[in-house]
């Protein structure tokens, strides 16, 4: 095979990133947090704002909970606390993606770097894509596709802070729609084995049921471990010995 | 209205506020997953329950936004949101590579049957 320049092969594979990113996953995240910046013109909170939570928190669950919150008028601290447990899943995320994207010699500032862009839609096509990417490339691949999600995501969020009260409730509510759509069309596309699909069933099934039994923002975190748990019991073993199969 | 905290209310409330209570949360759990990761093998047992979780997680965000949605959404009756779902779910399995027409379907069932049920 031949070795281009690295300086050269490192804008490529972060241009390959970009337009992987462009073919459908960034339109959606773009589109999915107008309605982040609609919430935040609602609190009457600044446009930097809005587009900042999107570069800094970079999770539209969060930002939603957020300034749905605050126009709720909830205390500081339950806010904190109920953001928290919306982000807890980025710690099993992150743990997961991070060996496909770790080299020897990696400083713990890039690896720090790297998680901040862990979110739903680059943690769900990254965990489908990046293996089929040679592993020295992965991190430039990765932030290419990360980089241009955040900048569509914040362009999004800067039109959603003026336009959505401007659309008919229809249209403003598919808005709204597109994010657990697009999170439910990922699930199922990086499906591997009857464990994920467990996963998925139970995570929908009990979720609902859980938030109606257990309060004060833990019902998802224990709908997540209860439904996962259950999920990895019924995965297939990896290693089975070859007389069993 | 959550009203600022007095002793830090200021022009720049609105930046702190956004930093103590959303930033900070969201990020101390991929700081910490940093931390820990180093320990975890890739191919560990640990890892593909960590996943299962995650996964999970993600399906009951799916499920909470559809039952106790925000906004606009929630003017849509809950059938009609269960049916988008659906549609997105249906074409995923009979296709898994059709992302695109999946999404598409299922806003396009949402946006049309709210079109139709809603008052003006």
Not at chain 1, 49 to 68: K, R
Not at chain 1, 112 to 124: F, I, K, P, Q
Request: one cysteine or more; charged letters at 10%.
């Amino acid at each position: 095979m031949m070795n281009p320049p690295p300086d050269r092969d490192w804008k490529r594979v972060a241009l390959a990133g970009m337009r992987d990113a462009l073919s459908l996953p960034a339109w959606v995240v773009g589109f999915g947090l107008i309605g982040v910046g609609s919430l935040a013109s609602d609190v009457g909170y600044p446009v930097e704002v809005a587009v900042l939570s999107t570069m800094l928190v970079w999770a539209g669950p969060s930002q939603v909970i957020f300034f749905a919150s605050i126009a709720a008028g909830a205390a500081w601290s339950a806010i904190a606390i109920a953001v928290g447990f919306a982000s807890l899943r980025f710690l099993p995320m992150t743990v997961a993606i991070l060996p496909l994207l770790r080299r020897p010699g990696q400083g713990i500032w890039v690896q720090l770097l790297l998680a901040h862009y862990v979110a739903v839609t680059s943690w769900t096509e990254g965990l489908r894509r990046l293996p089929d990417v040679p592993p020295q490339q992965r991190v430039a691949y990765f932030l290419g596709f990360a980089n241009t999600c955040m900048a569509t995501s914040s362009i999004g969020t800067f039109l959603g802070y003026y336009l959505i009260g401007a659309l008919p409730i229809p249209f403003a509510a598919g808005l709204m729609c597109l994010t657990p759509i697009f999170f439910l069309a990922s699930l199922s596309a990086g499906l591997r084995h009857r464990g994920d699909a467990a996963a998925i069933v139970l995570g929908l099934a009990l979720a609902p049921i859980c938030d109606r039994f257990i309060g004060g923002g833990f019902d998802l975190i224990v709908a997540g471990l209860i439904a996962g748990s259950v999920a990895f019991a019924l995965r297939p073993r990896k290693r089975a010995r070859p007389e069993q199969s | 209205m959550t009203q600022p905290i007095p002793w830090l209310d200021g022009p720049l409330w609105p930046y702190l506020a956004l930093l103590l209570f959303a930033v900070l949360p969201t990020e101390i759990w991929r700081w910490l997953a940093v931390i820990f990761s180093r320990r975890i093998d890739a191919d560990s047992p640990a890892l593909d329950w960590v996943r299962a979780v995650a996964t999970a997680l993600l399906a009951g965000i799916v499920a909470k936004l559809i039952v106790t949605p925000p906004g606009a959404l929630a003017a849509v009756p809950l059938p009609l949101r269960i049916a988008a779902l659906a549609v997105t779910l249906g074409i995923m399995l009979f296709d898994r590579r059709r992302v695109m027409l999946a999404v598409l379907a299922g806003e396009a069932t949402l946006i049309g049957g709210a079109w139709w049920l809603l008052p003006g």
